[in-house]
């Protein structure tokens, strides 16, 4: 059966045509528009790239931040029968930005007026590029049109030959190449996912296998709309089902456009946010200020809210069971008068958040489902469009630290080293198949091959299956740790509860490629730092030294006697720590667009710190590299 993203669309506008399907803040307050107006303006895009030389199978890219331009415009490029080239606005032009245009082989180009600037640097370098269109208003230059030109040339398209036109939805195919999502390269370069047009409804029809949206519900994206991940639950999700989609009011630079979205969310009043740790991280860092700034007596009162239902919840999956029950009326005052005022800053309607990305904190899921906004992990890939599993709000659904239930109907095994299938509750590699498996990687065979083997792809991660079918994600096998011994152990868990549990630990790494012993690089929170050895009277000579002992102890908490012994192996907790001053970011390529650290290279950038911690003198904490690196960060 034919159904694709157009076939999908379609469906929905003529069952849902006069309801709001987006809304975006214009005139200080947020505007809607139907599914029948966004059909409307994205035929009259379609057209326009059709009317400007646009031909099926063309490649059309889009540079901006999510509005509803950004939809309506890869809508209407798919109408044209193009092929959408999907850019994260972090990508700087001269490496990154310049290689995915050229290898994409771009032939157009919607650009908003933010990141046109990174486009006319590089444009002498991109002689493929033919079209350049710009949301917002700002003086042109030559081969650039704008936006509002581009569907006026449509509608004259239209009205000369709409049959025309419309004919090249229609002749659209399941296998017909729908995006080229480029991979965020946290092990290699980026590679080119292309995923079809049945990959993204296929990947519609799971993810609606194990969670529900109402047609009347609403959502903000606040993540990128690049990734396949948006596309999907962001707002794919929400067009099968006739709901609504809102994006965060672009402001004039990135940082203005993040402290929109708090306004946003109590504007919009989502029922559901899409997530990744970094930014659940925050908006917790934000809930806990808030609560502290309002004394101490609220913050006790807090925390033993917190305490009771943790308890009352147990892993979320025994919610209330057994003796747990005793704890309902505690736990229904605690919400009455600490956790309902919490959600009233998320709008009041938030009723979960669908986690992606990195894996996230059991810790920190027990937070959110305590104060009554669950957040549910999931977990994908982009080469699977991306979802594989997830937690979901259906009864017994969810589980805290698994990444939830396998996608219906979707084939998982885990395979051992040598490509023989495991039993439940035994580790090795997550391999899948299903209508949602790429079709493979933008000119690039070889590493096609070696992903996707009969039809099946191997994930490059490492997890299992609980007998009672809930999928653990352990971290990726390229990311291992391997002892001298040849055994291995996934880090990953280990680095986010020692950050997440740690005031004075912004950033780990923890390296182990058959050494002696397991090391860490460490980026301090110098401010954290400095308030504990003020507090403690510490002379300014002797802070160095005495920052450097404080980190040694937090990792010292995860071993035989301390707080946290016992939640991961001691042989792999760090016996030496390198203590760096320059944080894993960005900007220095430490940390790619989606906010994972890219190990290899960390381990790269600091290969002479990891190399001289493996010597008896940078074993020690104190040693002279680490002293100097606090003291840079004015300790």
Same mark, same amino acid.
């Given at each position: @059966? ?15 045509? !006069? ?12 505007? %809607? ?17 059709? +009317? ?11 540079? /901006? ?7 309506? *415009? ?13 850019? *994260? ?20 180009? =919607?650009? /908003? ?35 509002? &030109? ?15 036109? @419309? ?18 390269? &946290? ?27 109402? /047609? ?18 962001? =707002?794919?999700? @929400? ?12 402001? !004039?630079? %990135? ?30 860092? $934000?809930?806990? $200020? ?18 009771? +239902? ?40 938030? #009723? =979960? =958040? ?37 937690? /979901? %709000? ?89 002892? $001298? ?8 868990? @280990? ?6 549990? $740690? ?32 507090? #403690? ?25 301390? %707080? ?6 001691? #042989? ?10 320059? +944080? ?52």
């Amino acid at each position: @059966m034919k159904k694709t993203i157009i076939d999908l669309f379609e469906a929905s506008v003529e069952k849902y045509g !006069s309801k709001t399907f987006l809304l975006e803040k214009r005139h200080r307050e947020f505007q %809607p528009t139907t599914y029948a107006e966004t059909r409307d303006q994205a035929l009259q895009v379609g057209a326009g790239l059709a +009317a400007l030389g646009i031909r099926p199978g063309d490649k059309v890219a889009i540079l /901006s931040e999510g509005c509803n331009a950004w939809i309506v *415009s890869e809508l209407g490029l798919f109408y044209a029968g193009a092929v959408s080239v999907p850019l *994260s606005v972090k990508l700087e032009e001269s490496n990154d930005l310049l290689f995915r245009l050229r290898h994409a082989e771009v032939k157009a180009l =919607f650009v /908003s007026k933010q990141q046109l600037p990174k486009i006319r640097r590089i444009r002498t370098e991109l002689p493929a590029v033919e079209h350049i269109v710009v949301f917002g208003h700002l003086p042109l230059e030559a081969g650039e049109t704008a936006f509002g &030109t581009l569907k006026r040339l449509g509608r004259d398209y239209l009205d000369a030959r709409r049959d025309g036109f @419309m004919a090249i939805g229609r002749a659209i195919r399941n296998g017909d190449i729908a995006t080229i999502t480029y991979t965020s390269g &946290t092990t290699a370069d980026p590679k080119g996912v292309v995923l079809t047009h049945r990959n993204y409804t296929a990947n519609v029809e799971q993810s609606l296998s194990r969670i529900d949206i109402p /047609s009347s519900y609403r959502t903000l994206i606040i993540l990128p709309l690049d990734h396949c991940f948006a596309h999907v639950v962001g =707002f794919y999700i @929400m067009i099968a089902c006739g709901a609504t989609v809102a994006t965060v009011q672009i402001g !004039s630079t %990135p940082m203005e456009t993040l402290k929109n979205i708090p306004q946003n969310i109590r504007e919009v009043r989502p029922h559901f946010l899409l997530s990744v740790p970094a930014l659940a991280k925050n908006f917790r860092k $934000s809930i806990e $200020s808030s609560i502290r700034a309002k004394g101490a007596f609220t913050e006790r009162l807090f925390r033993l809210a917190l305490r009771t +239902a943790y308890a009352y919840n147990g892993d979320g999956y025994s919610r209330g069971r057994g003796w747990r029950c005793v704890l309902r009326p505690a736990v229904a005052l605690f919400d009455l008068v600490l956790f309902r005022k919490v959600r009233q800053a998320f709008g009041g309607s938030l #009723r =979960f =958040f669908v986690g992606g990305g990195a894996l996230l904190d059991a810790e920190l899921q027990r937070f959110y489902y305590a104060i009554g906004i669950p957040m549910f992990q999931g977990y994908g890939l982009s080469e699977a469009t991306p979802v594989i599993s997830t937690n /979901s %709000p259906r009864r017994h659904w969810h589980r805290f630290g698994s990444s939830g239930k396998i996608l219906q109907p979707l084939e998982l095994k885990i395979l051992d080293e040598e490509g023989r299938e495991l039993p439940r509750g035994q580790k090795g590699e997550i391999v899948i198949r299903g209508e949602n498996v790429m079709a493979g990687y933008w000119k690039n065979p070889e590493a096609t091959a070696e992903t996707v083997r009969d039809g099946w792809l191997h994930t490059g991660d490492m997890g299992y299956v609980s007998e009672d079918g809930f999928l653990y994600v352990l971290g990726r096998f390229k990311s291992l740790l391997i002892a $001298s011994d040849g055994e291995k152990y996934s880090p990953e868990g @280990m680095e986010e509860a020692i950050v997440d549990q $740690s005031p004075y630990i912004d950033q780990i790494l923890i390296h182990n490629n058959q050494s002696p012993f397991t090391g860490a690089l460490v980026v301090p929170n110098g401010e954290a730092l400095r308030r504990l050895l003020t507090a #403690r009277g510490v002379a300014a000579e002797e802070r160095p030294a005495a920052a450097a002992r404080i980190l040694e102890e937090e990792i010292a908490r995860y071993r035989a006697g301390g %707080p946290h012994a016992g939640a991961f192996p001691e #042989r792999w907790l760090p016996a030496g720590l390198a203590i760096v001053d320059e +944080a894993f970011t960005e900007q220095n390529g430490l940390v790619n667009s989606t906010m994972k650290v890219v190990r290899s290279k960390v381990e790269e950038h600091f290969a002479d710190r990891l190399d001289y911690l493996y010597t008896p003198e940078g074993r020690r904490t104190d040693n002279p590299r680490n002293l100097a690196s606090l003291r840079r960060l004015g300790l």
